[in-house]
C-alpha cells in the first residue's frame, strides 16, 4: 500500500504562486505515475497535471504555461509549481499515484487533499 503525505496548499491573491508537494511512502512499484487532481465547486473532478519517471508530462489546457509539474524519483515525490494562480484555480487539490502493475492491471492511490484558495 502506498501512502502519500500532501503539503503546500493555502491562501493566495490572484496572481501569486503556490508549490504543492507530495510524497509517497509505503511500497511504491517503480512503473507508476504521479499527478495532481482538483475540485471546485459545483465541478468534476478533474486531472490538473501529471508526470511519468521518464519525465513526460500532460496538463490540462486551462493550466498550461502557468503550472509546472516535476518529480524526484529518488524521493518518491512530486511537486506542482502554480504561477499566475486565478480565483478560477480556488480547489481541493488531491494528490495521485497511479501504480501499473502490467496492461490492463492498475491502480490509484489518493492524498486527503489540500485546500488552495485564490482572492480576487
Known amino acids: 500500500q502506498v501512502q502519500l503525505v500532501e503539503s503546500g496548499g493555502g491562501l493566495v491573491q490572484a496572481g501569486g504562486s503556490l508549490r504543492l508537494s507530495c510524497v509517497a511512502s509505503g511500497n511504491p512499484f517503480s512503473l507508476n505515475v504521479m499527478g495532481w487532481y482538483r475540485q471546485a465547486p459545483g465541478k468534476q473532478r478533474e486531472l490538473v497535471a501529471a508526470i511519468t519517471i521518464s519525465g513526460a508530462t500532460n496538463y490540462a489546457y486551462s493550466v498550461k504555461g502557468r503550472f509546472t509539474i516535476s518529480r524526484d524519483n529518488a524521493k518518491n515525490t512530486v511537486y506542482l509549481q502554480m504561477n499566475s494562480l486565478k480565483p478560477e484555480d480556488t480547489a481541493v487539490y488531491t494528490c495521485?499515484?497511479?501504480?501499473?502493475?502490467?496492461?490492463?492491471?492498475?491502480?490509484?492511490?489518493w492524498g486527503q487533499g489540500t485546500q488552495v484558495t485564490v482572492s480576487s
Open positions: 495521485n499515484f497511479h501504480q501499473i502493475y502490467g496492461v490492463g492491471n492498475e491502480h490509484d492511490y
